[in-house]
C-alpha cells in the first residue's frame, strides 16, 4: 500500500488540520479529485513555473509570498482570517447574540445552499479561462491569469473546507458534485448564468475580471457579515485575494482604452479595427454584454430568499456596520426596480425583501468608478468619445426585466425590434472574429501586443520586463 501524503504538509492551513483526523481524511479523499479536474479542466499552457503569490498564512507577512513556482508544486491552502472570540451577530433576528461556531439545524440547507453557489463560481471561471494562456498579449498579464487561476483554486478549497468540516455528508457529495458540473456543460452546467458564459479572449477576461469579479466582491462582502462565523471568516480572507483580481480587470480595460485612444488619435480615425486594434464601439459592446449578464447574478429585484437570509442572520448587507438603521429592517421600506403598467419604474416594497436591489445598487456605483476612469483616459487623450454604463433593464434574464427587451437607454422595445438592433448593442460575430484575431501570443520577455498597452507597474515591485513565466 503507498503511503498517505502528509496533507498537512501540502495543504497549508491555519485551521488546524494536523489535530482533525477526520476532516483530513475528507480532504484526503477530495484532493486527487480536485488536482484531476485541474488537470483536466485548468490551464491548458504549458509551462516551467509562475511568479506567484502564494498565501502560506493570513498574516501581514505570509498572504502574500512570492515566488517562481513549478505549477504541479503549488499549493492551495485553506485560510480563515484570525477569530474574534468576542464577535457577535451584527444583524436580523440573532443581532447581539454571539456568532455561531457551528451550523445552527434549522439554517443547515441555507447555508450550505449559499456555500455551494459561492463555491461553484470559483472552478467554473476557472474553466472559463482555461485557453486563455495561449493567446497572452504579455508574460506580465500571463502571470495574473495564473494568479487569479490559482486563487479562485484556493476558493474553492475554503468553500469545500467549510462543506467538509460542517456539513457532513451531504457536505461531501456537494464537494464532489462542485467538480462534477462543469461550465457551458449541456448536461451539467454551473448554477449561475454568466459561468456558463464563454471567455474567449482577453478583452473578455479583463471585462470578466472587472464586472463578475466585482459580484463576487460584492457577495463576498455580505458573507463576510453572516452569522456563522466560519464562513464569515473565510470571505474576509477571500476578499483580500479579490483585490488583485479586480486591479487585473480596471487596468485591464484600461490598458486597452489607452491603446484604442492612442490609435486614434495618431490615425485621426474612429475606425481602428484595420490599425490592429479594438474599436471604441466594440469596447462598449464587451461592457454592455459582461455588466449586464453580472447584473443577472444579484438575483430577483425582490427576493423572499434574501429576505429570508437576511432575518436569520446567513447573508448581510455591503458594509453592514456602517449603515444607520436597526439591522433587522423589519418594518422598513424601499424603493426598487420594478415594471410597472409596462414602463421601466419604481415601486416601494419591504426593505426585507429588496436587499438583492440595494446590492446591486452598490455594485452599480461601483462600475461607474471603472466607466469614470476609463473615460478620464479618453478625455486625455483628447477624444471626445465616451462609455457608459447601459441602463439596469438592458439585455436581463433574471428578475424583473427577464420578460421585456430594453434599449442600453432604457428604452422599452418590442423583442422582434431588439433582436434587429442587438448587433448594435452586443459583440456580433464580426466583432468577436476581429477580437479573436488579434488575440496572437505574446510569449517574449518585455515584449507586448499591439491592441494593448503595457501596465504602468510591474507585480510586486519588479518591472515589466521581468520574467514572471517560464514557458514549458
Ligand atoms: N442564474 O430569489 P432570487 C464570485 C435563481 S461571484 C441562475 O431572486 P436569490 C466569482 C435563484 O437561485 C459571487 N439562477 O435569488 C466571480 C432562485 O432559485 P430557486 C457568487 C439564478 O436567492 C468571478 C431563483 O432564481 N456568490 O464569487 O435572492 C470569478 C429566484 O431568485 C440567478 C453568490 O452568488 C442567476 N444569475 O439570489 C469567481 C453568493 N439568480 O430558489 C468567483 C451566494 C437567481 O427558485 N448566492 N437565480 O431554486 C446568493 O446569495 C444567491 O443565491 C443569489 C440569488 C444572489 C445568487
Known amino acids: 500500500m503507498s503511503q498517505a501524503p502528509d496533507y498537512t ?197 479583463y471585462m470578466f475580471t472587472y464586472f463578475t469579479d466585482r459580484d463576487g466582491k460584492y457577495q463576498l462582502g455580505t458573507l463576510k457579515e453572516s452569522a456563522f462565523d466560519p464562513l464569515s471568516r473565510t470571505c474576509e480572507f477571500m476578499l483580500k485575494e479579490e483585490a488583485h483580481h479586480m486591479m487585473v480587470g480596471t487596468t485591464g480595460v484600461d490598458r486597452v482604452v489607452e491603446r484604442t485612444a492612442q490609435v486614434m488619435v495618431e490615425n485621426d480615425t474612429d475606425d481602428v479595427a484595420a490599425c490592429g486594434v479594438i474599436p471604441l464601439p466594440v469596447i462598449q459592446k464587451y461592457l454592455n454584454f459582461h455588466y449586464s449578464v453580472s447584473l443577472d447574478l444579484f438575483g430577483g429585484e425582490t427576493s423572499t430568499n434574501v429576505a429570508n437570509y437576511y432575518t436569520a442572520g446567513l447573508k448581510g448587507r455591503w458594509s453592514e456596520e456602517r449603515r444607520q438603521d436597526d439591522h433587522r429592517l423589519t418594518n422598513d421600506a424601499m424603493m426598487v426596480d420594478a415594471l410597472v403598467d409596462g414602463e421601466v419604474a419604481e415601486v416601494e416594497v419591504a426593505a426585507l425583501t429588496g436587499l438583492n436591489t440595494d446590492l446591486r445598487r452598490q455594485y452599480i456605483a461601483d462600475c461607474r468608478g471603472g466607466v469614470n476612469r476609463w473615460n478620464k483616459i479618453l478625455s486625455d487623450a483628447g477624444l471626445p468619445h465616451r462609455l457608459r454604463l447601459p441602463h439596469v433593464a438592458f439585455n436581463r434574464h433574471v428578475g424583473a426585466f427577464a420578460a421585456i427587451t430594453a434599449t442600453p437607454e432604457g428604452e422599452l422595445i418590442p423583442a422582434g425590434e431588439w433582436q434587429r438592433r442587438k448587433g448594435g448593442w452586443l459583440p456580433t460575430d464580426v466583432d468577436k472574429t476581429h477580437v479573436r484575431s488579434l488575440m496572437r501570443p505574446v510569449h517574449e520577455r518585455g515584449k507586448i501586443a499591439a491592441w494593448i498597452a503595457p501596465p504602468r507597474n510591474g507585480i510586486n515591485g519588479k518591472p515589466f520586463d521581468y520574467d514572471y513565466v517560464h514557458l514549458a
Request: no cysteine; net charge negative.
Open 9 to 205: 504538509d501540502k495543504i497549508p492551513n491555519n485551521v488546524g488540520l494536523r489535530e482533525d483526523r477526520r476532516l483530513q481524511r475528507a480532504l484526503e479523499s477530495w484532493q486527487p479529485n480536485f488536482l484531476n479536474w485541474w488537470a483536466s479542466m485548468g490551464p491548458t499552457l504549458p509551462t516551467q513555473d509562475v511568479y506567484l503569490r502564494t498565501a502560506v498564512n493570513v498574516g501581514r507577512e505570509g498572504w502574500a509570498h512570492f515566488a517562481h513556482v513549478p505549477m504541479p508544486d503549488y499549493r492551495w491552502g485553506i485560510f480563515l482570517a484570525e477569530q474574534d472570540p468576542h464577535r457577535e451577530i451584527g444583524f436580523g433576528q440573532h443581532k447581539g447574540e454571539p456568532a455561531w461556531q457551528q451550523v445552527p439545524g434549522e439554517y443547515r440547507s441555507d447555508l450550505l445552499r449559499l456555500i455551494v453557489i459561492q463555491g461553484d463560481t470559483e472552478p467554473a471561471s476557472v474553466e472559463q479561462q482555461r485557453d486563455l494562456g495561449a493567446t497572452a498579449p504579455s508574460l506580465y498579464d500571463l502571470r495574473n491569469l495564473f494568479q487569479v487561476n490559482v486563487e479562485e483554486g484556493r476558493h474553492l478549497w475554503a468553500m469545500v473546507y467549510l462543506l467538509h468540516a460542517y456539513f457532513g455528508r451531504e457536505g461531501r457529495e456537494e464537494a464532489e458534485e462542485l467538480l462534477h458540473r462543469n461550465s457551458g456543460s449541456p448536461d451539467a452546467p454551473r448554477i449561475l448564468g454568466a459561468f456558463n458564459e464563454a471567455t474567449p479572449d482577453w478583452l473578455s477576461f
